[in-house]
C-alpha cells in the first residue's frame, strides 16, 4: 500500500507540474484535516478590499486575498505568488510581471492576466501615489501577452515595484461591474459574507458580530504540497472576537490554538508546568499607537493649536511612554519617537540623541515658547485666552491609554475630553480634535507607509490636502516646509541608490523627530502562545511573519 501511494504522489505530482494549469508545488509535509481557532480584538469593518483601513478588516481580508509577490521573513517581496516570475528591464524602467496561468477563483471563474492588467490600469487612472515616480508621473501599463504585464516608469521606481508586487488582486467580474455602477464601497459588506470571491487559501462563509468570522477552505487553491496534496491543510479557520481573560480561558481550555497574550498572562502560561503549549516573545510588531492632532480641526482656534510646532513638543514631552508601556503592557513595548523603530535596517541613531523622555518642565518650555501661558485658575490659555480643552477620540481599545494621557495634561491645566468611538473606523475623516490609534505603520520599511508620509497620500490624517471629501479648503490649508521636505524624500527615495535612501530616511526620521506632525507612543513587543499540536511556518511570529504566514501551511496534529 506504501509503494502504491508512492506512485501516486509522484504521478499527480508529474501531473500537476505539467499540466495546463500553473499550480505551485511547496516544500511541505503536512497532514490535512481540522479548524485552526485564533482571535482578534475587535470586528472587522468591512470585507471589502477596496475600502478596508483597519487591521481586523485587513486580518480577515488578506486570507482570502493573494498578491503577485509575497513577503518573507525579513518584510521583503521575494515569494512568488500569483506572479511566477518577475524581471527588470536593462534601464530599470519597466517591471515584468509573468502572471500564472489556470487558476479559478473560489467561485469558478477563471483568473488571468487580464484581470490584473485591468486593475492596475484602473489604479493608474485614479492617481494612486504609491505608483507615482520620482519626477511625479504614473505608469503605463501594458498586458505584452496573455500571461507578461509590464509597468513602465521614465525613471526608476522601486516604491512602485514594491506597490504593484504587493497589490492585492481584485476580481475583475465582480469589482468592474460594481465600479460602473458606483456601487463599488458597498459590496461585501458585513452582511453579505456569502457573497465574498477570493483566491486564498480560505473563503469567509459566516459572520456572527461579536463573537465570530468563519473561513472555509478554498475548493480551487492553487497550491499543493510535496505530496501532491491540495492546500491549505486546514479544512477551516475561525477567528473569535475575544480579548483579554476571556481569551486567557479559552486558549487554556484548548478551545483557542493561538492568541496574543498580555505580560502577566505570558507568565502565568510560562509558570505552569503541566501543559502542552509554545509561547513566548518575537520581535516588535509592525505596529504602533499614535497621538494625531488634527491640522485641519473644525474649529478654528484649536487648528492654530495643533499646528503650533512647540505645542505638538510640548505634547510629545507630556506622554510617559515608559509609564505606558509597564501599565498597559507590563514592559514588553519599545518606545518610539518617530516612525521607525530600532529594528529597522534605516533606524537613525540620531534619533535618539535627543529623545522626548516625559519631561513636565521641558512641556511647560515649549508650551511657553509657543506663546501659551497659565491663568490664575492654573489653565493653560493661548495668546488670546482661550483655555486649552479638546476632544480626544478613542475606539475601545485605547480608553485606558486615553485616560492615562488626559490625566497628564490635566496636570498641566488642559482640559482632554475623551469620545468614546463604538469601534475602528473605516478610514479617519478630518472632522476631529484629536485621536488616539493603532495601526500598522511598517516601522522596519519607511517606504511601504508612503501613504502615510505623502502630502497626496490617502493615509496622511493629521493633514489632509485641499479638496478632500469637500471639506478641506484652500484657504484653510496649511502646509509648511518640513511637511514638503518630507513629501519630497518620499518622492526621491523611489529612485535613488540604496546608500542615498539611508541618507534621505535618516532626513525623514529627524524631521518627524524635531517636528512630532504624528507623536508616536510605543510599538509593542510580539506575545504569542499557541497550543503544541498546532504547526505554523514561523514558529516564532514576528512583524515580518505572524501565525497567519503562509496560513495555506498551517497544519494540526
Known amino acids: 500500500m506504501k509503494k502504491l501511494a508512492l506512485v501516486i504522489a509522484v504521478f499527480l505530482l508529474f501531473a500537476l507540474a505539467f499540466s495546463t494549469p500553473e499550480y505551485v508545488i511547496e516544500d511541505f509535509d503536512g497532514k490535512p484535516g481540522g479548524t485552526l481557532n485564533i482571535t482578534m480584538n475587535l470586528d472587522p469593518a468591512t470585507f471589502n478590499p477596496f475600502i478596508a483601513s483597519d487591521i481586523y478588516s485587513n486580518k480577515v481580508i488578506r486570507l482570502f486575498s493573494s498578491s503577485l509577490l509575497g513577503f518573507d521573513t525579513n518584510m521583503s517581496l521575494t515569494i512568488p505568488e500569483l506572479a511566477s516570475d518577475w524581471w527588470l528591464s536593462e534601464d530599470g524602467l519597466t517591471v515584468f510581471f509573468k502572471i500564472r496561468k489556470g487558476i479559478l477563483w473560489s467561485d469558478g471563474e477563471p483568473f488571468t492576466a487580464d484581470a490584473v492588467y485591468w486593475l492596475f490600469s484602473l489604479v493608474v487612472e485614479r492617481g494612486n501615489p504609491n505608483f507615482l515616480d520620482a519626477e511625479g508621473n504614473l505608469p503605463t501599463v501594458d498586458l505584452i501577452d496573455d500571461s507578461v504585464i509590464s509597468l513602465a516608469w521614465t525613471v526608476p521606481n522601486t516604491l512602485g515595484i514594491k506597490a504593484a508586487a504587493s497589490l492585492l488582486i481584485l476580481p475583475k467580474h465582480i469589482f468592474e461591474p460594481a465600479i460602473a455602477a458606483g456601487t463599488v464601497n458597498d459590496i461585501w459588506s458585513l452582511d453579505e459574507v456569502d457573497q465574498i470571491v477570493g483566491i486564498g487559501p480560505f473563503i469567509p462563509s459566516e459572520y456572527v458580530p461579536g463573537v465570530k468570522v468563519v473561513l472555509n477552505k478554498n475548493p480551487n487553491y492553487w497550491k499543493f504540497d510535496s505530496q501532491g496534496v491540495r492546500l491549505p491543510y486546514l479544512d477551516s479557520a475561525v477567528i473569535h472576537i475575544m480579548s483579554g481573560s476571556n481569551a486567557m480561558w479559552a486558549f487554556q481550555t484548548g478551545e483557542l490554538d493561538f492568541f496574543t497574550p498580555s505580560t502577566s498572562q505570558l507568565k502565568t502560561l510560562l509558570s505552569q508546568k503541566y501543559h502542552n503549549w509554545v509561547a513566548g516573545q518575537g520581535g516588535s510588531r509592525d505596529y504602533v499607537q499614535v497621538l494625531l492632532l488634527n491640522f485641519n480641526a473644525p474649529d478654528p482656534i484649536k487648528r492654530e493649536w495643533f499646528r503650533n510646532d512647540h505645542f505638538r513638543r510640548a505634547f510629545a514631552y507630556l506622554i510617559d511612554r515608559e509609564k505606558i508601556i509597564d501599565t498597559t503592557y507590563g514592559g514588553n513595548s519599545k518606545p518610539l519617537y518617530s516612525p521607525l523603530n530600532v529594528e529597522s535596517p534605516y533606524f537613525s541613531q540620531k534619533v535618539e540623541e535627543n529623545p522626548f523622555f516625559y519631561s513636565v518642565e521641558k512641556a511647560k ?171 505554523f511556518p514561523n514558529p516564532v511570529p514576528s512583524a515580518a511573519a505572524d501565525e497567519l504566514w503562509k496560513a495555506w501551511g498551517i497544519w494540526k496534529e
Not at 396 to 425: C, H, Q, W, Y
Not at 472 to 499: A, C, G, N
Open 365 to 535: 518650555s515649549e508650551f511657553e515658547l509657543g506663546g501659551f501661558s497659565w491663568n490664575s485658575e492654573g489653565k493653560l490659555i493661548d495668546e488670546i485666552g482661550n483655555a486649552v480643552e479638546f476632544n480626544l477620540e478613542v475606539s475601545p481599545l485605547f480608553v485606558t491609554l486615553g485616560n492615562m494621557i488626559a490625566s497628564d495634561a490635566k496636570e498641566l491645566g488642559i482640559t482632554i475630553n475623551l469620545v468614546r468611538l463604538a469601534g475602528v473606523p473605516l478610514m479617519k475623516e478630518p472632522l476631529y480634535d484629536s485621536f488616539l490609534s493603532g495601526f500598522f505603520n511598517y516601522t522596519l520599511d519607511p517606504e511601504l507607509s508612503t501613504g502615510s508620509f505623502r502630502i497626496d497620500g490617502p493615509s496622511h490624517f493629521w493633514n489632509y490636502p485641499p479638496g478632500y471629501r469637500d471639506y478641506i479648503t484652500e484657504e484653510m490649508y496649511f502646509l509648511p516646509e518640513w511637511e514638503k521636505r518630507i513629501h519630497e524624500i518620499f518622492v526621491l527615495q523611489t529612485s535613488v541608490t540604496e546608500d542615498e535612501r539611508y541618507e534621505l530616511f535618516e532626513e525623514f526620521q529627524m524631521l518627524f523627530a524635531q517636528y512630532q506632525p504624528i507623536i508616536y507612543i510605543h510599538s509593542p513587543n510580539l506575545l504569542y502562545a499557541y497550543q503544541g499540536n498546532v504547526h
